[in-house]
């Protein structure tokens, strides 16, 4: 069984290529950096634990969040549903998939067997529009292969796995409502709520203060690890490669800008815009003395991106500040 006429979505990034997905089923056809604006997924987070082989570097918004924006900025009725049964959480999904709707998945990527090189990441978002006897018929970033597929029991595993962003078997529809969105409404308060977010963080490793914490705490990473290498090489291929779009998601909301200002033609949108190209531009230096951390075990480059980290502390403040007054 698979849904007729799939518009799978080409994208970089997971949810948004997921839910980029479930939309065009429903006719709502918007550009991955639109789709990452309005879902209001600028952030920055800094996490360490016990549990954790190195610190974790993220650029966006928590998992979940960004589809629930979307979906409210949008006017648009999203259906989240989660199970501890996974045989209930497969029946539901296939009955879905039977009434000809394309559904959403949270899911670890681990398990997943068109994956080259399997690593744990239970934020991992699909959609999926079919399936057979053996395997589920997924779309996927475009890095990952877009029209892909893997045996029922892997997804199975994959959807049921614990740990550190995990749900439990979560699975998600979109639908319309009798409401119609007007996208310069949409573009405008997700601006303002992204940056009203971001230069408020609840905690010091979130937002521009997750940053300068950053530049400090990586002097701590470089003396303790266990596999200078391998982590800060991982590092800076997640900043650069791993579904954010380059330069840990600046590459998308620098792009998201451009194309609101060229609907909205307001000032402060083209100067924002000019500010996230060179904070882009930065975030892509991060990832490059990483890169020479991970070559040469060499301190000065951590004391360089630490340097880079405050810049960019002070930089997101001020243009987030910025945009928040649009």
């Known amino acids: 069984m698979k849904v007729e006429n799939i518009k799978a979505f080409d994208g970089q990034h997971c949810e ?167 996208i310069k409404t949409a573009i405008l308060n997700s601006i303002r709520n992204n940056a009203t977010d971001y230069i408020n963080p609840p905690i010091n490793n979130i937002g521009y203060k997750g940053i300068l914490k950053t530049s400090k705490e990586i002097f701590k990473w470089f003396d303790t690890s266990k596999n200078i290498k391998a982590e800060f090489e991982t590092c800076a291929m997640i900043m650069e490669k791993a579904g954010t779009g380059g330069a840990l998601f600046r590459n998308l909301y620098r792009d998201f800008l451009k194309e609101s200002y060229e609907i909205l033609q307001i000032e402060t949108l083209e100067k924002a815009h000019g500010n996230f190209v060179d904070i882009a531009e930065l975030w892509t230096q991060i990832a490059e003395l990483f890169i020479k951390v991970s070559k040469t075990e060499n301190r000065k480059y951590i004391e360089q991106a630490s340097e880079v980290l405050k810049q960019l502390s002070i930089k997101e403040k001020l243009a987030m500040e910025y945009l928040a007054k649009i």
Not at 20 to 32: A, C, F, K, M
Not at 84 to 105: E, F, R, Y
Not at 149 to 169: H, P, Y
Request: aromatic share 12%; charged share 20%.
């Open 16 to 182: 948004t290529t997921a839910t980029g997905t479930l939309l065009r089923q429903i006719g709502i056809e918007l550009s991955e950096p639109m789709l990452f604006g309005i879902g209001q997924g600028l952030g920055f987070i800094f996490w360490n634990m016990k549990s954790m082989d190195f610190p974790f570097i993220g650029g966006r918004v928590k998992t979940d969040l960004l589809t629930q924006n979307i979906a409210r900025n949008l006017k648009l009725e999203l259906t989240v549903k989660e199970t501890s049964s996974t045989q209930k959480a497969w029946d539901n999904v296939k009955q879905l998939i039977d009434s000809g709707k394309i559904v959403g998945l949270k899911l670890d990527c681990f398990h997943l067997e068109y994956f080259s090189k399997p690593f744990h990441f239970a934020g991992h978002y699909v959609a999926i529009y079919g399936y057979d006897n053996e395997n589920a018929f997924l779309v996927d970033t475009k890095q990952q292969g877009r029209q892909v597929k893997t045996s029922l029991t892997s997804l199975a595993k994959a959807r049921a796995e614990k740990g550190l962003m995990s749900s439990k078997n979560l699975y998600y529809i979109l639908n319309k409502t009798n409401e119609e969105f007007e």
